[in-house]
């Protein structure tokens, strides 16, 4: 996530901001930049790159002197990291600046309208349009001119604000991202997160949304977005700041976790448009998805375990066969892509190399290359021909969550599109699916509140030698994710089988008390996977059961049940993993292993 830090004060701006970004680093950014007005007028530095660059041009901000500013980490979302691109964004003449933490999903409508109005714009970004509308809307009051551009801003956004002719204002505004705002005897602070302030200030309060801050040198009012005062409590913390680098989370793992709802959101809901889907970076017309004969998808680890629900959900809704390859094998088995193939690569980083080469052995041969990707400007998001981006923001944690739970969205949304265009599914099938889609960030959140009764599971667990994961269709797939989840970072050995091949030989590792976690949320394979529950049983096996709530029969099979709340059969993959990744996560915390950075695992395998 970008990251956002103001101050307004007795002291240099400058300084501050720039040691505050330094405690937002964590949050990832391929960009900074910041903007301090000197007394005369609002000067601006950015640059892409780590935050070094902008303390080195800035020598340490004693280059921007002033006593207001704004300051941010940018994670690239819309527009490649490069210097322009990077905020603050800035009005014509100078006299407003904006930094910004989230998503303008209307962003191209406003564009446009204000292109209209002879607004020239000089970014890729959906930011540029809120100082552009702020200079729009401005008759020289910025609480009025804030409070309208709120009401025509659709998505999330955490806002810092300064304006040339209010030197002794700053302005703080919220709406799904986070921001917070301090004070101490020197001045205000604005934050995206405590650990940027903390060193200043302990008594913080956390905006909520649609709230504006009007900051000075001593004191602070809260506004609603309608501009009527009101009044806020403080909060005092008493984290340690290594701590609060993961927002009070124990590890980097489960706070990713629990931004699931949010990810999954950002990722899903920009692409609804009323009761459609539009990935208007697909760049494809109907009649070209229709073309499309097949799809090859090819990525590594969790991504390859996204690709293989992929092929489920699309060759279940669009018809349509679908391969799907470990990149480190598909790039040396000389791929047979045959013409109307289509190649879609997943990818978290961008940077995997098996995945990289297997992107450019396709192209080689002339096939388009569709990259569903977390890193913006990662090489894969720029060497593919179109990149559908999973708005996931930065994974810091080794174990890939939030992302994984992303290209899930990601890939539902392209086999719906591709069903729209092959006229496979009906229109009130697919407006269902929409409904369903729209509940799946909810019921993520309900499913982690279960972490405690999952903890107490998982602490049985610590000591275990093997444990298995099966299932059938998409639970197959749901199995190598929980595997994988629970082996990488407990380094307890692990498979996930296809429930109907264990007894072609893996069911003689089955021992007395062995660990079988059945996957079982497609109501056609139920009575089969019921069945190879009922095998490994007569072995001696413990039985965990992940399926639908209402299926209680597995309750004869099953010896500890996880019920998951009803969505469509296609989607289950996005809330099944939510308690197998709580059971790795816990076993893993049981053992006192290091969660977020896994004995010889790295974030991103940049090599073959
Ligand atoms: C997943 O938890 C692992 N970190 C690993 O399998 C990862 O998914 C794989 O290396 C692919 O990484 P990518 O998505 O960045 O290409």
Same mark, same amino acid.
């Not at 609603?224 to 008493?238: F, N, Q, R």
């Not at 494809?284 to 991504?303: P, Q, R, T, Y």
């Not at 797939?477 to 692990?494: A, V």
């Given at each position: 996530m970008c990251g956002i830090v103001g101050y307004i004060g007795t002291q240099a701006a400058a300084p501050i901001i720039l040691d505050g970004l330094a405690k937002l680093e964590y949050r990832g950014y391929d960009s900074t930049g910041m903007a301090v007005f000197d007394g005369n007028k609002i000067n601006i530095t950015k640059a892409p790159g780590r935050l070094k660059v902008l303390e080195e041009l800035t020598h340490g901000g004693e280059s921007m002197p002033g006593h207001v500013g704004v300051g941010h980490t940018r994670w690239a979302t819309h527009g490649v990291p490069n210097m322009t691109n990077a905020h603050p964004h800035f009005n014509k003449e100078g006299t407003i600046a904006v930094v910004h933490n989230g998503i303008i999903e209307n962003y191209l409508k406003l564009r446009h309208m204000l292109e209209e109005k002879e607004y020239q714009f000089v970014s890729e970004t959906d930011t540029e349009v809120v100082v552009q509308l702020l200079d729009y809307y401005y008759? +020289?009051?910025?609480?009025?001119?804030?409070?309208?551009? #709120?009401?025509?801003?659709? +998505?999330?956004y955490g806002l810092g604000v300064i304006f040339a002719d209010h030197p002794d204002q700053l302005f703080a505004v919220r709406k799904d991202s986070p921001l917070i705002v301090g004070q101490n005897e020197t001045g205000c602070f604005i934050a995206s997160d405590v650990p940027a302030i903390l060193k200043y200030t302990r008594k913080v309060y956390y905006v909520e949304n649609q709230e504006i801050v009007r900051l000075r040198?001593?004191?602070?009012? &809260?506004?609603?977005? $309608?501009?009527?005062?009101?009044?806020?409590?403080?909060?005092?913390?008493?984290?340690?700041?290594?701590a609060a680098e993961k927002a009070g989370y124990e590890h980097f793992m489960l706070k990713e976790m629990y931004e699931q709802p949010k990810t999954v959101a950002d990722t899903l809901l920009p692409r609804l448009k009323g009761n459609d889907i539009d990935i208007e970076e697909l /760049?494809?017309?109907?009649?070209?998805?229709?073309?499309?004969?097949?799809? /090859?998808?090819?990525?590594?680890? !969790?991504?390859?375990?996204?690709?293989?629900t992929g092929k489920y959900v699309i060759e279940g809704l669009a018809r349509i066969p679908v391969e799907v390859? #470990?990149?480190s094998e598909f790039r040396y088995r000389n791929p047979i892509l045959e013409e109307g193939a289509m190649v879609v690569v997943i990818s978290q980083s961008g940077e995997t190399a098996d995945t990289l080469a297997a992107l450019r052995e396709s192209k080689k041969r002339g096939f388009k290359v569709l990259g569903i990707v977390n890193v913006v400007g990662s090489s894969i998001a720029r060497e593919a021909d179109n990149v559908m981006y999973t708005w996931a923001g930065p994974e810091i944690a080794v174990a890939t969550t939030k992302a994984y739970s992303a290209q899930l969205i990601a890939l539902y949304l392209l086999a719906m599109k591709m069903a729209q265009a092959k006229k496979t599914i009906s229109g009130e099938e697919f407006g269902a699916m929409i409904e369903d889609l729209k509940k799946i960030p909810d019921q993520i959140e309900l499913l982690l509140g279960n972490k405690e009764k999952i903890q107490r599971f998982a602490n049985r667990y610590i000591g275990a030698k093997d444990i298995f994961f099966i299932g059938r269709g998409i639970d197959y797939?749901? *199995?190598?994710? +929980?595997?994988?989840?629970?082996?990488?970072? !407990?380094?307890? /050995? *692990?498979e996930a089988y296809a429930a109907g091949e264990l007894k072609h030989g893996t069911i003689s590792l089955i021992e007395e008390g062995t660990l079988v976690a059945a996957v079982a949320t497609q109501p056609a394979l139920y009575a089969k996977t019921i069945s190879n529950m009922i095998e490994v049983k007569a072995r001696g096996a413990f039985l965990l059961a992940v399926t639908n709530e209402g299926n209680n029969e597995i309750e004869k099979a099953a010896d500890y049940?996880?019920?998951?709340?009803?969505?469509?059969?296609? &989607?289950?993959?996005?809330?099944?993993?939510?308690? #197998?990744?709580? &059971?790795?996560?816990? %076993?893993?915390? +049981?053992?006192?292993?290091? %969660? $977020?950075?896994?004995?010889?695992?790295?974030? *991103?395998?940049?090599?073959?």
């Open positions: 008759r +020289g009051n910025p609480l009025e001119a804030i409070t309208k551009v #709120l009401h025509r801003v659709e +998505g999330s040198q001593d004191h602070m009012h &809260f506004y609603t977005e $309608d501009e009527e005062e009101i009044t806020k409590e403080a909060v005092y913390i008493d984290w340690d700041s290594n /760049h494809m017309s109907n009649e070209e998805l229709e073309a499309v004969k097949k799809i /090859h998808i090819v990525a590594c680890g !969790s991504a390859y375990h996204t690709g293989v390859d #470990l990149a797939s749901i *199995s190598l994710e +929980g595997s994988l989840k629970l082996k990488e970072i !407990s380094y307890i /050995h *692990s049940v996880i019920y998951i709340p009803k969505t469509n059969d296609y &989607f289950t993959n996005s809330l099944a993993i939510i308690p #197998l990744q709580l &059971f790795g996560y816990y %076993v893993a915390v +049981g053992k006192g292993c290091d %969660v $977020d950075k896994p004995r010889n695992l790295a974030k *991103s395998v940049t090599v073959e």
